[in-house]
Nanobody, 119 residues
Framework: VQPVESGGGLVQPGGSLKLSCVFS????????MGWFRQAPGKEREFVAT????????HYANSVKGRFTISRDNTKNTMYLQMNDLKPEDAAVYYC?????????????RGPGTQVAVSL
């Protein structure tokens, strides 16, 4: 099952983007999911996770207060609203299942969506 991420682009510092991740399959609505990102030369890192119902979320300290994760189980879709973007947020963003609070399950492998933050 391969999710499809979208919504990335080039924004100036302080700008906003909203990412979407559409899943196929029947397990999405009962699974915790998350957003992860990978910048060039760096390891993939945790950004935010959300439980199956959307009632519980968890954020990396670096994005807390600026990013909001949400989901719509009727559309098999997860979102990441990103505000006040900083150059250090630039990366390819991926969605995946979650193990524990913040580890990717590596169950899904979509193409990702590129976020660039620059003047």
């Amino acid at each position: 099952v391969q999710p499809v991420e979208s919504g990335g682009g080039l924004v100036q510092p302080g700008g906003s983007l909203k990412l979407s991740c559409v899943f196929s399959g029947r397990t999405f609505s009962t699974s915790a999911m998350g957003w992860f990102r990978q910048a060039p030369g760096k390891e993939r890192e945790f950004v935010a996770t959300i439980n199956w119902s959307g009632s519980n979320t968890h954020y990396a300290n670096s994005v807390k207060g600026r990013f909001t994760i949400s989901r719509d189980n009727t559309k098999n879709t997860m979102y990441l609203q990103m505000n006040d973007l900083k150059p250090e947020d630039a990366a390819v963003y991926y969605c995946d299942g979650v193990v524990g609070m913040s580890s990717p399950s590596n169950e899904y492998r979509g193409p990702g969506t590129q976020v660039a933050v620059s003047l």
